[in-house]
């Protein structure tokens, strides 16, 4: 029978293949060689319970979160109910729960799990040769999470709280808003836009203690990061204060540079719907935001692939 319904979901999935959204993701999928993850997520031993899904599943299913910014539970109903999600899951016979979903990115905590999926991520993009421009942009932004309601009383704040505060989140301002949550950090490719590195600290923490720099970058930056060192080996910092004239045409020059920095931010706000998070302690808003730059990074990667393919070649 279950044969039979995918088999059913097949026919109907191919008479809307024309829709852009479901072949975006259909190309997008076929833009990973998503076996080789398969030896960085070994099966766990269990002689009890329901039979583990298949992980490069759960892998996906992390992928189609950070496209749509939606919950757990929002996914497990939009797999459901959207045939181009069952493609892009290749049928599977039954589909995860939410509460399975939130056990597997638990699980990505464990040892480095995570940055080896980053890692072969990374190799896989770096094997499409697509042209980059020399230099890389380091910017950060924010990842706005619920406050949180409590009453004034003698009951035990921080970890211990029974409240829906977050509980690493933090309070900042930036000029007169002020902001609840996280701060994630992304080093951007020149020419590519690609994100190559990413970090996530508390709302609170300065732009400048965190460098994603590499000994042998340049490295673009704003004035956030004035007088703060990096290891990079060019520093194009911006600067601040009473410039002279050959300062401000500095600036001038790097704010050029530095503007593509702010792409991955846009799109994954405005076609991804992210920039937020119910979750509540920094390394889960690390695992579902590197999924959500891995999957910003893989829809841009197709943009880029078909750029390169209508573009007239030079003889």
């Given amino acids: 029978m279950t044969n039979l319904i995918n088999f059913a979901l097949m026919e109907e999935f191919a008479k809307i293949a024309s829709d852009k ?105 770096e094997e499409k040769n697509i042209a980059v421009k020399k230099g890389c942009i380091q910017d950060a932004t924010f990842i706005i999470a619920e406050p949180g309601k409590q009453k004034h009383s003698d009951e035990p704040r921080g970890k211990d ?19 609840f949550g996280f701060k994630q950090h992304v080093k951007v490719q020149k020419g590519t836009k690609l994100i190559k590195e990413m970090a996530i600290t508390t709302a609170k923490t300065h732009d400048g203690t965190i460098d994603l720099a590499k000994p042998d970058d340049i490295m673009y930056r704003d004035k956030g990061y004035t007088g703060i060192p990096t290891q990079a080996k060019g520093d194009g910092t911006m600067k601040r204060g009473k410039l002279n004239i050959k300062q401000k045409l500095r600036n001038k020059r790097i704010s050029k540079k530095r503007a593509e920095g702010e792409h991955p931010f846009g799109t994954i706000t405005r076609c991804f719907k992210g920039g937020k998070t119910k979750l509540t302690t920094i390394y889960r808003v690390y695992i579902q935001q590197a999924f959500v730059c891995m999957g910003y990074n893989l829809h841009r990667l197709l943009f880029l692939l078909r750029h390169s393919a209508s573009s007239p070649q030079k003889t």
């Avoid at 109903?77 to 899951?89: A, C, E, G, I, T």
């Avoid at 709280?161 to 808003?177: F, I, L, N």
């Fill in 21 to 125: 959204r479901g072949v975006r993701l259909e190309e997008m999928k076929s833009l990973l060689d998503w076996d080789k993850f398969l030896a960085m997520l070994p099966e766990k031993d269990s002689v009890r319970g329901r039979p583990p899904y298949e992980r490069l599943i759960m892998v996906r299913l992390l992928f189609l979160q950070g496209w749509h910014g939606i919950s757990d539970q929002e996914l497990e109903f939009q797999v459901k109910d959207r045939v181009s999600f069952r493609s892009f899951l290749e049928f599977p016979d039954k589909i995860p729960d939410y509460s399975t979903v939130w056990r597997f990115r638990e699980e990505l905590a464990e040892d480095d799990t995570l940055e080896n999926l980053w890692a072969e991520f990374q190799r896989q993009i």
């Fill in 161 to 179: 709280a029974k409240t829906s505060r977050s509980k690493e989140g933090s309070w900042t301002k930036k000029g007169k808003k002020a902001h």
